[in-house]
């Protein structure tokens, strides 16, 4: 209800605001001044990520090597009976060698409970939890109820297609040691990203998420853990009470509050973790649906516990504001046109007046697509022509992905219960798709073999005939 309340008075403010400042000014100047603000904020977290790096090439980070936390891995699973031994096998291969593995069942109707048990018995490392089928449902309620028996300092999450290289928790531990770091967030990279349009556009996506995030980390913003790979301090979880199980989004929830209580969390572009892009439209809407629906929630949930917090550096706090204009921008841009095209309809206003709004619009997208072409190159090396063609297509990928869902997810909240649907990733399909091509390779060598010999057989009987004459 409070966050109903919340964004009914933003909307019915901000379509005020529009529609009574319309007469006297124009308000798309607003719009403009408000782009022109993020643009500026943007060009600052760069300048400082450019002067973060040359102080660092001129004097090196020094990393404490008698820093090391004994971690728990901790790994949800629900159905994922396909990826999670792969998974664990990757894990268990990784050089820093104070961790324990603790792999949970989340009430799956497939086999993974007892591939999970079978991992148990074969590696030392590792701990199997096995939820009740009556359990509360849920990535955060797993989380809660791994954490009462993990004994590490610290907590690393992994969705349960995650895999890392052997050095990836080396080079993550470090990044949380000062005393103020609640958590670290490794760069998330597409394994499949080749796959289809779909697959390189999501990486295309998490490249652009790595240069807003290497951003906000240089100036000691708002960085915000993404769910795999996030790295999170025993102390600071105990702090703001363990993972909020009535959230559909646990890793940008416990993010905000993590802030709110004063802890910074850090972002470790060195450190990398693979997962599996979705490759089909129906499934990305969903996981995409409710990432966004959390990303609001939370917003509306804690904004006023991030408004009276003592604790919440102003960098921090500035930050989100900057983060929030994000969904704020293209909310006002839908107002601006409806009143605008309204006041047409009405011969209230000529029709050129909707054109600055349109203008406004392309320029919009003209910024995601410069910002999507920078990120490829800085961080994934592209060339500038690939680069071009790749931002392009990301742009047009991001505005049929999240301009619908931004008016689905605000209808949602303004007219419809809330639920606890997670929209569930499909993992292993990559594998599946490897097993089958695998399958048919195999196939196929086998029907060459039976012509090769075939055809050996024929060409010594046509021989053994000539030798004969």
């Not at 980070?61 to 031994?85: D, G, L, R, W």
């Not at 961790?99 to 949970?104: D, K, S």
């Not at 969390?265 to 997962?275: F, K, L, N, P, S």
């Amino acid at each position: 209800m409070k966050e109903r309340f919340i964004l009914f008075s933003i909307i019915f403010g901000l379509a005020i605001f529009i529609y009574i400042f319309q007469s006297y000014f124009n308000t798309i100047w607003g719009l403009a001044f408000l782009c022109v603000c993020m643009t500026i904020y943007a060009g600052f977290t760069n300048l400082a990520y450019n002067l973060k790096k040359r102080k660092l090439k001129k004097y090196p980070q020094v990393i404490n090597e008698n820093y090391k936390p004994f971690v728990t891995v901790m790994i949800p699973a629900h159905n994922e009976e396909c990826v999670i031994s792969n998974t664990v096998e990757n894990i268990l291969q990784m050089t820093y060698e104070n961790f324990e593995v603790i792999v949970i069942d989340d009430r799956s109707t497939d086999n993974t409970a007892s591939v999970i048990k079978d991992l148990e018995k074969k590696h030392d490392k590792v701990k199997a939890l096995i939820r009740e089928k009556d359990a509360f449902p849920g990535k955060s309620a797993v989380l809660n109820d791994a954490f009462k028996i993990a004994r590490g300092d610290a907590v690393l999450v992994f969705d349960a297609d995650a895999t890392v290289e052997p050095d990836f928790l080396s080079k993550l531990v470090p990044d949380l040691e000062p005393k103020d770091v609640g958590a670290v967030q490794a760069r998330k990279v597409i394994r499949n990203k080749n796959q289809n349009i779909l697959t390189r556009c999501q990486n295309n996506e998490y490249t652009m998420d790595t240069y807003f995030q290497v951003g906000r980390d240089s100036v000691k913003g708002a960085v915000e853990l993404r769910g795999n790979g996030e790295l999170i301090k025993r102390e600071a979880i105990e702090d703001i009470g363990g993972w909020n199980n009535y959230t559909i989004v646990d890793d940008l929830d416990m993010s905000t509050r993590l802030h709110i209580k004063g802890w910074d969390v850090r972002y470790c572009i060195d450190a990398v973790v693979y997962e599996e892009g979705i490759a089909y439209l129906a499934p990305l809407f969903r996981q995409r649906r409710r990432w966004l629906e959390g990303t609001i929630r939370r917003y509306l949930e804690y904004s006023g516990a991030a408004l009276v917090s003592k604790k919440m550096s102003f960098r921090a706090r500035l930050d989100m504001m900057a983060y929030i204009s994000e969904f704020i921008m293209p909310l006002w841009f839908i107002i601006e046109i409806i009143i605008r095209a309204f006041k047409v309809f009405a011969k209230d206003a000529p029709p050129h007046t909707l054109y600055s709004s349109i203008i406004i619009g392309v320029a919009i997208g003209i910024g995601f697509f410069l910002a999507a072409r920078y990120s490829l190159r800085r961080y994934d090396f592209m060339p500038r022509l690939d680069a071009t063609f790749e931002a392009l297509e990301t742009s047009v990928y991001l505005f049929i992905i999240w301009f619908p869902l931004v008016l689905f997810i605000g209808f949602k909240i303004l007219f419809m219960k809330k639920d606890m649907k997670w929209g569930k990733t499909a993992h292993g399909l990559v594998m599946e798709e490897e097993a089958s091509i695998k399958a048919f390779i195999r196939r196929e060598l086998e029907k060459t073999k039976g012509y090769t010999k075939e055809y050996t057989e024929k060409l010594k009987q046509i021989l053994a005939e000539k030798g004969e004459k």
